[in-house]
């Protein structure tokens, strides 16, 4: 049978490779992908996809009741994919409003739109709400700790994770009140293809590329476990089809990287991969500055759930998925440029000066 998804954020980075991913692999499904076109939405992501006689692009904000109940009724929704959501930590440090807002109001509204909808319809059994959220509500690993599972108590540390960690308790909540069909997924740190250039990844490529300085947080020791974006997709695309309404399904890279280690080996990937850089070796532009306040230490994620019950495992390693993503931002320098605009220029001077 045939789906009918809403997604939301489908503009954005994670959100975008989603959407390719499934037009490529269900091409007779409807895909309606609504995004507000926040700085970090961006048209260019869906190229191609236009054209598609199942795909529709709206713009529009998830906190808005009306649009939503549209959607879901004129389209007759029957899943939603919900990657909305205000995601870099830095830029909730400076402003953590418009995280509370969309991350926790905006999933808030969804839940809402779509409890009506789904009982409008008498209460389905194929309809999924899937809720991509973040391990970043799980809190900060000591070196030897067990990595995060998905019965790990929250304890976010961050104005971003809090926001999030506040919308995975009110879509567990739809689930145990309601009975609500929603699925919860709690991923690692996602790099790849269009990735917003304030990212870790995306950041040190370009900078290279100018000749800027490459900032570590700290003395760069902070580990993060790395996903690339196309195995995140796949896990999603197996959550969707095969995950049980009501569970938490976490979804890692298995790539336990130091910051500062990831760092050198993207230099070294553009001292090979790009000629003629402005400074090489591109290590050189290494520098350390400033830790950002409540800065966790360690991420690690513990996917025997989803690898035992759903038969999934990430296939792409570190070292593989990084010359991907180096090889992507060389290649698409017409899709970066234009993004490092005045506001971007001023935020990263915020941040980093």
Same mark, same amino acid.
């Not at 998905?150 to 961050?158: F, K």
């Given at each position: 049978?045939?789906?009918? @998804?809403?997604?939301?954020?489908?503009?954005?980075?994670? &959100?975008?490779?989603?959407?390719?991913?499934?037009?490529?692999?269900?091409?007779?499904?409807?895909?309606?992908?609504?995004d507000?076109?926040?700085?970090?939405?961006?048209?260019?992501?869906?190229?191609?996809?236009?054209?598609?006689?199942?795909?529709?692009?709206?713009?529009?904000?998830?906190?808005?009741?009306?649009? /939503?109940?549209?959607? @879901?009724?004129?389209?007759?929704?029957?899943?939603?994919?919900?990657?909305?959501?205000?995601?870099?930590?830095?830029?909730?440090?400076?402003? #953590?409003?418009?995280?509370?807002?969309?991350?926790?109001? $905006?999933?808030?509204?969804?839940?809402?739109?779509?409890?009506?909808?789904?009982?409008?319809n008498?209460?389905?059994?194929?309809?999924?709400?899937?809720?991509?959220?973040?391990?970043?509500?799980?809190?900060?690993?000591?070196?030897?700790?067990?990595?995060?599972?998905?019965?790990?108590?929250?304890?976010?540390?961050?104005p971003?994770?809090?926001?999030?960690?506040?919308?995975?308790?009110l879509?567990?909540?739809?689930?145990?009140?309601?009975?609500?069909?929603?699925?919860?997924?709690?991923?690692?740190?996602?790099? &790849?293809p269009?990735?917003?250039?304030?990212?870790?990844?995306?950041?040190? =490529?370009?900078?290279?590329?100018?000749?800027k300085?490459?900032?570590?947080?700290?003395? &760069?020791?902070?580990?993060?476990?790395?996903?690339?974006?196309?195995?995140? =997709?796949?896990? @999603?695309?197996?959550?969707?089809?095969?995950?049980?309404a009501?569970?938490?399904?976490? /979804? &890692?890279?298995?790539?336990?990287?130091?910051n /500062?280690?990831?760092?050198?080996?993207? =230099?070294?990937?553009?001292?090979?991969?790009?000629?003629?850089?402005?400074?090489?070796?591109?290590?050189?532009?290494?520098?350390?500055?400033?830790?950002? #306040? $409540?800065?966790?230490?360690?991420?690690?994620?513990?996917?025997?759930? /989803?690898?035992?019950?759903?038969?999934?495992?990430?296939?792409?390693?570190?070292?593989?998925?990084?010359?991907?993503?180096?090889?992507w931002?060389?290649?698409?320098?017409?899709?970066?440029?234009?993004?490092?605009?005045?506001?971007?220029?001023?935020?990263?001077?915020?941040?980093?000066?």
């Amino acid at each position: 049978m045939n789906r009918r @998804l809403l997604i939301t954020g489908g503009a954005g980075f994670i &959100g975008s490779n989603f959407v390719h991913h499934w037009c490529k692999n269900y091409p007779n499904d409807r895909i309606v992908v609504l995004d507000a076109l926040t700085y970090a939405g961006n048209l260019a992501n869906l190229a191609g996809l236009q054209e598609h006689e199942n795909f529709r692009f709206v713009q529009g904000n998830i906190c808005d009741r009306s649009t /939503i109940d549209n959607l @879901l009724k004129n389209e007759n929704i029957d899943t939603i994919a919900h990657f909305a959501a205000e995601s870099h930590v830095d830029r909730s440090i400076l402003g #953590p409003g418009a995280f509370v807002e969309t991350n926790v109001v $905006g999933t808030y509204t969804l839940l809402e739109a779509f409890r009506q909808h789904w009982q409008a319809n008498y209460k389905p059994a194929n309809y999924r709400f899937l809720h991509v959220s973040t391990d970043e509500v799980y809190g900060s690993l000591a070196p030897n700790d067990p990595p995060f599972s998905e019965t790990t108590p929250y304890a976010p540390n961050s104005p971003y994770s809090a926001s999030k960690a506040g919308s995975d308790h009110l879509v567990r909540a739809y689930y145990h009140t309601y009975q609500l069909p929603t699925i919860i997924t709690n991923c690692s740190n996602n790099y &790849g293809p269009y990735q917003f250039p304030e990212k870790l990844i995306p950041l040190m =490529c370009i900078n290279t590329l100018m000749g800027k300085q490459l900032p570590v947080y700290g003395d &760069g020791k902070n580990v993060r476990d790395w996903l690339y974006v196309g195995d995140h =997709c796949s896990a @999603l695309d197996a959550v969707i089809h095969h995950g049980v309404a009501g569970e938490t399904y976490n /979804i &890692g890279g298995n790539n336990e990287v130091e910051n /500062i280690n990831l760092v050198r080996m993207l =230099c070294q990937l553009m001292d090979e991969l790009a000629p003629n850089l402005p400074v090489s070796p591109a290590a050189n532009l290494i520098t350390f500055v400033k830790d950002r #306040p $409540g800065h966790d230490r360690r991420y690690a994620i513990n996917a025997n759930k /989803i690898k035992t019950q759903l038969g999934w495992a990430p296939s792409v390693d570190i070292e593989q998925g990084l010359r991907l993503t180096v090889q992507w931002y060389l290649h698409h320098r017409d899709w970066w440029q234009p993004l490092l605009s005045e506001e971007y220029q001023a935020y990263y001077h915020k941040v980093y000066a």
